[in-house]
């Protein structure tokens, strides 16, 4: 995608530009909240939704003008889109008998499909017979039949139930690993992004936030908009002060308590070196309080939760909290935010304590408080 | 003045005085032991409409039945006949022709007005000014018959020889056509003609039939038009995607993917249509004259049998036949109906 544009007739900009490259084999998911324009760059990557300006490649080829029936592609819709009419083996056989595919041949791959996805027992079946799951592993197979350049799928899990949405996530990752076609997986749940995507792209508005693997994006968020969106429950973000730097180090001044950064740790912010005196906003995953750390942070722990694996707490800090909003960055007016901590389920604290939790500072993150950009190493 | 005023009380006293007996009985009712009160009260309530459709209903059928097995005239012909009217319908020229009428009344008007409706309601989706199209193409259905073959009687006027004198649409067309069409395209009484064209055959029924038949596709059209479309509306835009990416052109989407999925609502229209084609009598009545010219059909046989040429029991063997007609379509239509609850 070279510069996509997608504008609508009353003037709205769903998608203001977008330069995205996906490598063959890939599975990259596009992900945002809802109205961040994915659905529409999928649409119109399927040729659904026509290009307002810049070009779609397809091996290299431009495909902007060309009707989806021409770009080889297979789509899974949210709603799977089953054609009610036609029986399980009809849906997946259609458009192979569009393309006038010899009937042996069709009754075959169809008969491989339906093995591969455990739909044997229901191929003649009308789709209204089914269950979600059953539905949902027709579209895919709809879409594997054919062996296309790419498969799009748009929401196809938000349908099926929590426990049958993580098994179905598992299966659909292991397919395409095994078949290795390209994939463009759109989903609004990051948990979806991060566990199936080879690499992830966040969406805000129609623009790129950011595109990176999994892992980058955790560890390495390029925004505040990332930072808060990716992890759950999502990363603690105060105002804070860069108080002194100097070649040994980088002092914080978080909430009337001073952190000091040396080391690799300051090294990886050394940004923050030319900002002294002025406010930033400091980032704290929730799993980067109490475990191994090298300072410490003054909580008031407001509430704790059991979660069974882990606990986590609650608690109030006396700085203002900073949050990615629509239009940029918003900086709370009270002086006082809550902090989450993920904590190993045998933590004793309790609700109503003062505690000092341990934090490790290779952890922390930096971000401008008006543009929400990280500051990183100089 | 006084005569509606009459009119009304008279009608005010009775739906009062049936209030009354209704409340009445189901006083009466209240006041018996329990398990006799439900029971008492469920007649209370079913029972008038029970009456009303067994006296307006089924007595009239059996009595029609028993009188298809009669001839002779007047009110109640006495002499017994056995099948003999149904032997007149099936081997008499003239009665032939009305099944055969029929058969092709059947046959054109249902497909027709299905075929358009499913063609208006397809070009006209989402088009600009598409709720103003769909009433003006819906309005035929809502004038009578009886006004309607008015109309298309001025219509199919023929008057003298000059084509600019004609005050009849179609003639004057027509009569224009003479200098551009091979042939002659001159004046013609369009009602009146019982050939096709210059085709003289018993199993093709006159051009006059087929005008006629025009104006109830006009009206049946406009009813297919809007229930189709509503149906069509209610095709998810992404059944139609997904074709479409599945390598579906757009005309074969719309036969492989859309038109299955308003399939039922397709055969209840044609179900419909096909009742009302079959019970064809009013225009026929206007516009063929009471069946003058070829263009009788069964409903309207019965009519000029019973009361114009006052043979009872023949026009009561076309009632039964009319009766046996219909009940495969009911059917078919219930059958449907079904399968359409039951989800696809």
């Known amino acids: ?378 | 003045m006084v005569e509606i005023l009459k009119s009304l009380s008279v009608v005010a006293v009775g739906i009062i005085g049936f209030i009354a007996v209704l409340g009445g009985l189901y006083w009466l009712a209240s006041q018996l032991p329990e398990p006799w009160r439900e029971r008492a009260r469920v007649a209370v309530f079913v029972g008038p409409a029970l009456i009303l459709l067994v006296g307006g209903l089924i007595i009239p059928s059996i009595v029609n039945l028993r009188l298809s097995f009669y001839t002779g005239n007047g009110l109640s012909p006495t002499k017994w006949y056995g099948l003999g009217n149904f032997r007149d319908i099936f081997t008499n020229d003239d009665n032939l022709m009305v099944l055969r009428n029929t058969v092709w009344w059947v046959l054109v008007v249902t497909a027709a007005s299905v075929v358009i409706g499913i063609i208006i309601a397809r070009f006209a989706d989402k088009m600009r000014g598409e709720p103003i199209a769909k009433a003006l193409i819906f309005l035929p259905t809502a004038i009578s018959m009886v006004g309607a073959g008015v109309i298309w009687n001025f219509m199919y006027a023929t008057k003298g020889n000059d084509p600019d004198k004609q005050f009849g649409l179609i003639t004057y067309f027509w009569m224009k056509l003479d200098p551009i069409l091979p042939g002659h395209q001159g004046p013609n009484y369009w009602l009146q003609d019982k050939r096709f064209f210059g085709i003289d055959s018993n199993w093709l029924p006159g051009v006059n039939t087929f005008f006629i038949m025009a104006v109830i596709v006009w009206i049946q059209a406009g009813f297919a038009t809007v229930v189709i479309s509503a149906a069509l509306k209610g095709v998810p835009d992404d059944l139609v995607e997904a074709a479409k990416i599945d390598g579906a052109t757009e005309r074969q989407a719309f036969f492989k993917v859309v038109l299955p999925y308003v399939k039922g609502t397709i055969i209840t229209v044609a179900t419909t249509i096909l009742i009302a084609v079959m019970k064809i009598f009013d225009i026929i009545q206007t516009m063929g004259k009471g069946g003058s010219f070829g263009t009788s059909t069964i409903a309207n046989e019965m009519y000029e049998q019973s009361f114009t040429q006052d043979n009872k029991g023949r026009g009561a063997a076309w009632a039964v036949l009319l009766f046996l007609a219909v009940i495969p379509i009911v059917f078919i239509n219930s059958r449907n109906q079904r399968a359409m609850r039951e989800g696809r």
Request: glycine content about 10%; some cysteine.
């Open chain 1, 1 to 378: 995608m070279v510069n996509l544009q997608k504008r609508y007739a009353n003037g709205f900009e769903a998608v203001p530009g977008l330069d995205l490259q996906i490598n063959d084999g890939e599975f990259l998911v596009l992900v945002g909240p809802s109205g961040c324009g994915k659905s529409t760059v999928l649409r119109m990557v399927a040729g659904l939704e026509d290009i307002s300006g810049g070009d779609l490649l397809i091996d290299d080829v431009r495909v902007n003008a060309m009707g989806p029936q021409q770009r080889d592609i297979a789509m899974v819709f949210q709603s799977y889109a089953l054609y009610p009419n036609m029986t399980v083996g009809e849906n997946i056989a259609f458009a192979m008998k569009l393309r006038k595919t010899d009937k042996a041949e069709i009754k075959a791959k169809v008969a491989e499909v339906a093995e591969l996805l455990e739909l044997t027992p229901v191929l003649d079946r009308k789709p209204g017979q089914l269950s979600g799951g059953q539905r949902q592993r027709v579209a895919m197979g709809r879409a594997i039949v054919r062996q296309p350049k790419l498969f799009l799928m748009d929401e196809p899990l938000s349908n099926l139930d929590a426990k049958l949405r993580v098994q179905t996530r598992a299966e659909i990752s292991k397919l395409q690993r095994r078949l290795g076609v390209t994939t463009v997986y759109v989903t609004h749940d990051q948990v979806e992004a991060m566990t199936m995507g080879d690499r992830v792209a966040v969406l805000r508005r129609g623009e790129l936030m950011q595109v990176a693997t999994p892992e980058m994006l955790y560890s390495d968020p390029a925004n505040l908009f990332v930072a808060q969106f990716i992890g759950s429950p999502s990363m603690n973000v105060v105002r804070g002060s860069v108080a002194s730097a100097d070649p040994s180090g980088i002092t914080l001044d978080i909430a009337g308590q001073t952190l000091r950064l040396t080391g690799d740790a300051a090294g990886r912010l050394s940004g923050l070196a030319a900002r002294v005196g002025e406010d930033i906003a400091v980032g704290i995953r929730p799993e980067a309080l109490e475990g191994d750390g090298d300072a410490s942070i003054d909580v008031l722990v407001d509430l704790v939760e059991m979660l069974g694996s882990g606990k986590l707490a609650h608690c109030t800090i006396e700085a203002p909290s900073v949050r990615s909003t629509d239009t940029g960055v918003e900086i709370s007016e009270r002086n006082e935010s809550t902090v989450i901590a993920s904590l190993d389920p045998r933590h004793t604290v309790r609700a109503g304590e003062r505690v000092s939790f341990t934090l490790d500072t290779h952890r922390l993150h930096a971000f401008d408080v008006t543009t929400g950009a990280a500051i990183g190493r100089s």
